[in-house]
Nanobody
Framework: QVQLVESGGGLVQPGGSLRLSCAASGSIFSDSNVGWYRQAPGKQREFVAAITSGGRTNYAGSTKGRFTISRDNAKNTVYLQMNSLKPEDTAVYYC?????WGQGTQVTVSL
């Protein structure tokens, strides 16, 4: 069983930056794909970014060029650096590690 703990969410002004972290513990498979989804109020959960164990990345079109995903396999942690944030980035951000989901962390982009 894998446990995930997310952190780094909060309130930021448009154009600002945040860095989300997701630390995994338990029965971790180091070759798992990991990444992030988000869900805004009244909307379906949508893909944000993912990274393979080998470091290959994939981004949603809306986040490409602004968000950067990375992972530290030694620390079993995945990161999401979010720059040039927009109000439409406001959502609860969920990390996944293989088939396990985190509890979510709120990101609010507003003046």
């Amino acid at each position: 069983q894998v446990q995930l703990v997310e952190s780094g969410g909060g309130l930021v002004q448009p154009g600002g930056s945040l860095r989300l972290s997701c630390a995994a513990s338990g029965s971790i498979f180091s070759d798992s794909n990991v990444g992030w989804y988000r869900q805004a109020p009244g909307k379906q959960r949508e893909f944000v970014a993912a990274i393979t164990s080998g470091g290959r990345t994939n981004y949603a079109g809306s986040t490409k060029g602004r968000f950067t995903i990375s992972r530290d396999n030694a620390k079993n942690t995945v990161y999401l650096q979010m720059n040039s944030l927009k109000p439409e980035d406001t959502a609860v951000y969920y990390c996944f590690w293989g088939i396990t989901w985190g509890q979510g962390t709120q990101v609010t982009v507003s003046l």
